[in-house]
């Protein structure tokens, strides 16, 4: 195969087409050069590393390569730049056996050979032992001989491949190799393929055989519980079982659990009444191997509290109902969205347990809610009189100073894992996703600013991988928005939102002043990270960071909890977005500087610089603001029906 060379013009003064040379220089008018003396072995196994010695005077820009003994001068293949006189080189043999020659070219034009050693590029075989059979995605221990050359691999392939053709593979670093079988039962190759030109060199058939798997789990079981289920199966690295819509495809399911974590799995059972299937899959393929039916039972929850109560005063309240983890009661305004609450408790307290009465007077409701999807159980009016009288806090930037209280750089970290596959209203998440951040960089994000992105769970599956995808430079708003538009989320990745962290540092590397990270996630961390920790160690590093935690389509309460704990852990604060417009609003508030407001230790309540008041019971607090560089404003005196202004600035 012959090659065509570029060179850096800046450097030699030329561009070299396909066959011209233009702008010649004086530097580079041809003289002659004494021989170069060469000296390389006779023969070489196809792919096998040659070395090659030389003797004579170096030009600028001579390279040497091993070429078929009847090419022209001008042409050439793989080649290495000779360093200095009397050296040592290596290349690669070529992988089409044959009479070769390794040749030393000038750099001039026309690449004239200056001295070259005649070389037989001999072929040669690998072979297996077998033939080999192996059960639907098993892996396959595979010996064998061969040349193993660097980046030789061994493959299982449908039977009547073409060379370029390989399915699973390993590389022949060692013997034996493990590759795990195709799920679908039948005829296949194990091939040997020299790694430059996939040619295969070898080859053993092997017969994959079908497998099966059997499920027990109770017929019933009520919404929002755990089900144990009993399993026999190959049990292989990714399988796993799940509880699925009756009559989805493989590629559809809800919550699993890996085989790999033991015999019986436990699974979450979804929080929506009807009929369902709890099916075995295949890790590879999703292939289901096994099903039984499952019916998710309706539950029922009662509440009793007391007609009225003064506004900011406590109350117990009294439930009956399924007591499933994470469920909880709280008082809303009448008619609020199922996904709305102020204060709350959760069931696991008992009952009765208490509840806290907002301070505005007014019609409300408590209700039982499930944890996972928050769905109304139960629900009794209540109405809030009027209490202790409140006033309002808002905390302004009233200078130029305080107002350049930025967001610095900005590192986006995106969850593409497979449940940004779900629908909302008809659109999958990630492409909301994608949409909303689209607009963060178009629309809110200053021009230039220093812009990064990094997103997990697009890659592989069953995987903690995470991926820098934009470097850290000044934003290119259309560059970045193509970029992210053309990220796809993958069944079955994982969530590493503490590894994400963790590469913030090297991601962000140079950058001086404030740092904003926007996480943007739908999921708990599923690596076994820490991000509290990994945040910890960016301030440790002494980075002047916030991180914005946006919940996307976050049902449990728990998860909220712990991402808005994660987010105070790094001066952010948490937003939740449930539909698409929330989104948006959400991404592009993640880059307000907030503030907090706390009683002794104890925060009651968050807001923004330049936003909203907040209503307060009277009293004495303390204002921290949360922005890169988080600083105590001191204490503030709230009276009631008053209205304290505080300065961000502190002036």
């Given at each position: ?9 800046v ?71 000779p360093s200095?006189?009397d ?6 043999a ?13 750099g ?38 061969g040349?193993?050359n ?118 979450q ?17 999703r ?66 347990l ?12 408590l ?10 159980l ?7 009189t ?32 497979g ?33 990064a ?21 000044a ?26 962290l ?11 002043g ?101 209503s ?36």
């Amino acid at each position: 195969m012959t090659q065509q060379r570029s060179f850096n013009a800046v450097q030699i003064g030329i561009t070299l087409g396909v066959a011209s040379v233009l702008a010649v220089g004086q530097s580079m008018a041809q003289e002659p050069m004494s021989p170069i003396k060469i000296e390389a072995p006779a023969q070489a196994m196809v792919g096998a590393t040659v070395e090659v010695r030389w003797q004579g005077e170096v030009g600028k820009l001579d390279f040497v390569s091993i070429d078929l003994a009847t090419a022209p001068e001008r042409e050439y293949n793989a080649y290495f730049y000779p360093s200095k006189v009397d050296g040592v080189g290596k290349l690669r043999a070529p992988e089409t056996p044959g009479k070769y020659a390794v040749r030393y070219h000038s750099g001039a034009s026309g690449y004239a050979v200056r001295g070259l050693s005649p070389i037989e590029v001999i072929d040669t075989t690998a072979t297996f032992q077998g033939p080999l059979t192996a059960d639907a995605g098993a892996q396959v221990e595979i010996h064998w001989t061969g040349p193993a050359n660097e980046r030789d691999y061994i493959s299982i392939d449908p039977a009547g491949s073409d060379d370029a053709a390989y399915g699973k593979y390993a590389y022949t670093k060692k013997t034996p190799v493990k590759i795990r079988a195709p799920e679908q039962p039948g005829q296949y190759l194990v091939r040997y393929h020299l790694g430059q030109t996939r040619r295969v060199i070898g080859q053993t058939p092997l017969t994959v055989g079908a497998v099966t798997a059997t499920l027990e789990a109770p017929a019933q079981v009520q919404a929002g519980s755990t089900v144990s289920v009993t399993w026999t199966g190959p049990g292989h690295e990714r399988d796993y079982i799940s509880i699925d819509p009756a009559g989805a495809s493989k590629d559809e399911y809800l919550r699993y659990s890996y085989t790999k974590t033991g015999n019986p799995v436990v699974i979450q059972v979804p929080e929506e009444v009807g009929s369902y299937e709890i099916r075995y899959h295949q890790g590879q393929a999703r292939t289901v191997l096994g099903s039984i039916p499952l019916e998710v039972l309706a539950n029922t929850a009662t509440i009793a509290g007391p007609a009225s109560v003064a506004g900011g005063s406590d109350f117990e309240v009294a439930w009956t109902g399924p007591g499933n983890a994470s469920d909880y009661i709280t008082i809303v305004p009448v008619g609020a969205p199922a996904h709305d609450y102020l204060d709350y408790t959760y069931t696991k307290s008992g009952s009765p347990l208490t509840i806290g009465a907002p301070l505005e007077p007014g019609a409300y409701e408590l209700r039982y809610m499930t944890g996972r999807s928050r769905q109304i159980l139960a629900q009794v009016a209540i109405e809030v009189t009027p209490g202790a009288i409140p006033g309002t806090l808002r905390v302004f930037a009233g200078t130029e100073s305080a107002k350049s209280d930025t967001v610095g750089a900005v590192e986006v970290i995106l969850d593409a894992s497979g449940s940004m596959l779900k629908r909302l209203d008809g659109e999958r998440r990630i492409e909301i996703a994608k949409d909303a951040l689209a607009n963060l960089v178009n629309a809110v994000i200053p021009a230039r600013t220093p812009f990064a992105l990094r997103v997990f769970g697009h890659k592989e599956a069953d995987s903690c991988r995470t991926d820098l995808e934009i470097p850290v430079a000044a934003l290119d708003a259309r560059a970045v928005s193509a970029k992210i538009q053309a990220i796809q989320a993958m069944n079955l990745a994982k969530t590493p939102i503490a590894a994400s962290l963790h590469h913030v540092k090297q991601d962000l590397a140079g950058i001086e002043g404030p740092v904003t990270i926007v996480l943007l996630t739908d999921g708990e961390e599923t690596c076994d990270g820490d991000p509290g920790a990994a945040i910890e160690a960016l301030q440790t590093a002494g980075m002047d960071v916030r991180v914005n935690i946006v919940g996307f389509a976050i049902n449990e309460l728990e998860l909220k909890e712990q991402f808005e704990a994660w987010a105070r852990v790094g001066n952010g604060r948490y937003i939740e977005a449930h539909d698409k417009d929330e989104l948006e609003q959400a991404i592009n508030r993640s880059l307000e500087v907030p503030f907090e407001v706390l009683s002794g230790d104890e925060v009651v309540a968050v807001g923004v610089v330049n936003g909203e008041a907040l209503s307060l019971l009277p009293g004495t607090y303390r204002v921290r603001v949360l922005g890169s560089s988080a600083r105590d404003l001191g204490e503030v005196k709230i009276e009631a029906r008053g209205d304290f202004r505080l300065n961000a600035a502190g002036d």
